[in-house]
């Protein structure tokens, strides 16, 4: 029933040339992803001379569209729970992770309409999957899946936090709730800046 405020919205700012969102009930980030997908179909539909201006656009043929798009993000979801699973406990346990979510209803009923929920859960496993490599750059766990070798590089840190970072912003500006991954993010940044002084080791002055 709430495809309207992301389909609808999308369509007027295609038709109008104005991108200012109608309103705030949603983050806006969907909204603008889904404006593109108009501007696909529209392209799509004037060269196969269905269309002639924006204000032709049929709202049946743009809601295939748009809902293919929230099912390849569903798609996705999937695809990055893996990842998630198999970097934190190994093969079984990505697999198993994204067979339950592959069928979960909430998550594959969602992914059939253009709402902001499986964005926003796309957006926020992408986020926990930043997240987690970070604190997987960890030189006291070596052996971990998909952890850093010993004497891993500032370098890596600061990228992986930059990119989860990235991955914060993207999922709140996708739905408001999600904006709470702020919380892991930190405590992942705390803990990788502190892994350092953690690991030097202890030199005494007779050492020199």
């Not at 539909?45 to 798009?69: K, M, N």
């Not at 093969?91 to 929920?117: K, R």
């Not at 957006?123 to 998909?146: D, K």
Request: hydrophobic share 50%.
């Amino acid at each position: 029933p709430d495809e309207w405020a992301v389909a609808e919205d999308a369509l007027r700012m295609l038709r109008t040339g104005d991108y200012t969102p109608f309103s705030y009930t949603y983050p806006t980030f969907y909204t603008y992803m889904q404006t593109g997908v108009a501007a696909v179909h529209f392209i799509w539909g004037a060269g196969t001379g269905l269309y002639r201006t924006p204000a032709d656009i049929d709202p049946v043929q743009f809601y295939v569209w748009a809902r293919a798009l929230t099912a390849t993000l569903g798609v996705g979801a999937v695809a990055l729970t893996f990842l998630a699973g198999r970097m934190l406990y190994g093969n079984a346990a990505g697999l198993m992770a994204a067979a339950l979510i592959a069928v979960m209803p909430a998550a594959t009923g969602d992914s059939h309409y253009v709402t902001t929920d499986t964005p926003a859960m796309f957006m926020t496993v992408l986020a926990f999957l930043a997240i987690a490599r970070l604190s997987r750059v960890a030189p006291e766990y070596p052996s971990l899946p998909g952890a850093e070798p010993p004497g891993a590089p500032l370098w890596s840190t600061l990228v992986w936090a930059f990119l989860a970072g990235c991955g914060v912003g993207l999922a709140t500006a996708t739905k408001w709730n999600a904006g709470s991954l702020i919380i892991a993010l930190l405590v992942a940044i705390v803990f990788a800046i502190q892994r350092p002084t953690r690991n030097v080791p202890n030199v005494s002055r007779s050492t020199w």
